[in-house]
């Protein structure tokens, strides 16, 4: 070495460096694929995975979850998909208050089976247990992009999907510790399509430390086309009036006593004369199920066509499933929603023919 | 000739009766809060404080977005919320967040409301 002795040990330190650097995406792919080989089954597999180092942040590319046993009709359809999981940290942050400051999803696509039986559990969820579980961490934001989610109604024959789409959305502010919290609750907003024309913006805020599951929910659906719902009733036999609905829901559960209101909005229907008296009826009986508790008491409409389901129901017995748990409450009260609004749009002189 | 007339508004009443259009008071329920340790509502209205979507108004107009001075989250306000968003590259809802009020340059415990002693 011609240089001066000082430069030496930067220069090390230096090559050290970019080595270090050089092989921290070799470091990371192991670490995940170690990490997605310890979780019970599901496989979980991507392509490749990107470290950087400011902002410090890892990316993974086309993850992919399998369940278990792997076949190739799943592999086709995985239960989770991303094309990209981006997940940041702040220096800062990063050493004194063990944040994640942001994962993001790009094109994530799941596949979500409400299965039968699986709604109600011996083990009621307890989300701060489950939490507090885990090691000290924070989530600034997990926001999904262009992702969609395919929720499969296994209770019902031909299992028919509800196709939820081009969604946007971000859960802010969740921890895994109170005090991380900030006295704020954790945040869902979502925007997105349903089938084919329905618009979708839902509203969410919980508090997962408070005692049984606390959460409010608002929820909008605009404009979906009454025959986007053909795959749920062609099982029965039953057609679908023209039309479209739109649909409001305000859930609120405060230690698993959940109460609320789906208002649903007929538009434009054209109810067929005859054959369809009592329609109402028969899509509430060919669709409605009892997984989950419910009492709706209805309240009487102002007009022929808008009605109010009161919901009230006992999610503090609900298990780790409480997702599919929720989707059942929601789907029963628009089906009850829809059913009671068929039923007085349909014209008295139709129903006497009935 | 009123008969006439009548009888043709009974008719058009008949033929209307087949079709049944959307009613004049289309509106969300009531929005319903749980004042639990980390309070939670089911609209972004009953987190935010009073004042608090004027702020957020104020900010939009003041990045050269169409947003009324109402003081209500309302469907103008919601567009340039989205519109905000996608320029920033954040998930575009149309709905205010926290990610989205500092983006505006706003405190969010300036705009929502929290409880101070969070256990």
């Known amino acids: 070495l011609h240089g001066p002795r000082w430069l030496v040990i930067p220069g090390i330190v230096f090559v050290g460096l970019v080595v270090v650097y050089a092989m921290l995406n070799t470091i990371a792919a192991f670490a995940t694929r170690r990490a997605l080989d310890r979780m019970h089954g599901i496989e979980g597999t991507f392509q490749r995975v990107n470290v950087s180092l400011w902002p410090p942040g890892y990316d993974v590319y086309r993850l992919k979850l399998v369940e278990k046993p792997v076949t190739p009709q799943k592999l086709k359809a995985p239960l989770a998909y991303a094309d990209r999981v981006e997940m940041r940290w702040s220096w800062g942050q990063l050493f004194h208050r063990h944040k994640i400051r942001s994962v993001k999803l790009v094109g994530a696509k799941f596949r979500m089976p409400v299965e039968r039986g699986k709604a109600a559990g011996e083990h009621p969820l307890n989300l701060a247990r489950a939490l507090q579980a885990v090691p000290t961490a924070a989530l600034a934001q997990l926001s999904f992009v262009d992702s969609e989610v395919l929720v499969i109604d296994e209770k019902m024959k031909g299992h028919p999907t509800l196709w939820l789409h081009h969604l946007n959305g971000s859960l802010e502010n969740l921890a895994t510790r109170p005090e991380r919290m900030g006295g704020r609750p954790a945040m869902l907003t979502l925007r997105g399509a349903v089938q084919r024309s329905g618009e979708l913006t839902v509203f969410l805020t919980t508090d997962p430390f408070d005692r049984g599951l606390t959460f409010a929910c608002s929820a909008e659906l605009r404009n979906l086309e009454l025959s986007d719902l053909y795959q749920f009733t062609k099982a029965e036999k039953l057609a679908m009036p023209r039309g479209s609905i739109d649909v409001f829901v305000s859930l609120a559960s405060r230690r698993g006593k959940l109460r609320g209101t789906v208002k649903p909005f007929l538009k434009n229907v054209t109810v067929e004369a005859a054959g369809n008296a009592g329609l109402g009826d028969k899509i509430k009986a060919a669709l409605a199920d009892t997984a989950v508790q419910i009492l709706s008491d209805r309240v009487p409409g102002r007009n022929a066509v808008a009605t109010e389901v009161a919901i009230h129901g006992d999610l503090s017995h609900v298990n780790k499933e409480v997702f599919p748990a929720i989707v059942t409450v929601l789907r029963n009260a628009f089906v009850e929603g829809i059913a009671e609004s068929l039923t007085r749009a349909t014209p008295p002189k139709h129903a006497r023919a009935g | ?119």
């Open chain 2, 1 to 119: 000739m009123r008969w006439l007339v009548l009888l043709v508004f009974a008719g058009l009443a008949s033929c209307h009766a087949h079709e049944a259009v959307s009613p004049a008071e289309e509106s969300p329920p009531s929005p319903l809060r749980i004042n639990s340790p980390r309070p939670v509502a089911t609209t972004p209205e009953g987190l935010i404080k009073p004042g608090g979507i004027a702020k957020m108004q104020r900010a939009l107009r003041e990045k050269g977005l169409d947003a009324p001075q109402t003081d209500k989250l309302d469907e103008q306000t919601k567009s340039a919320l989205l519109d905000f968003q996608k320029r920033e590259k954040l998930p575009a809802t149309g709905l205010p967040d926290y990610v989205t009020v500092r983006k505006l340059g706003l405190d969010p415990n300036d705009i929502f409301t929290r409880h101070k002693a969070s256990r």
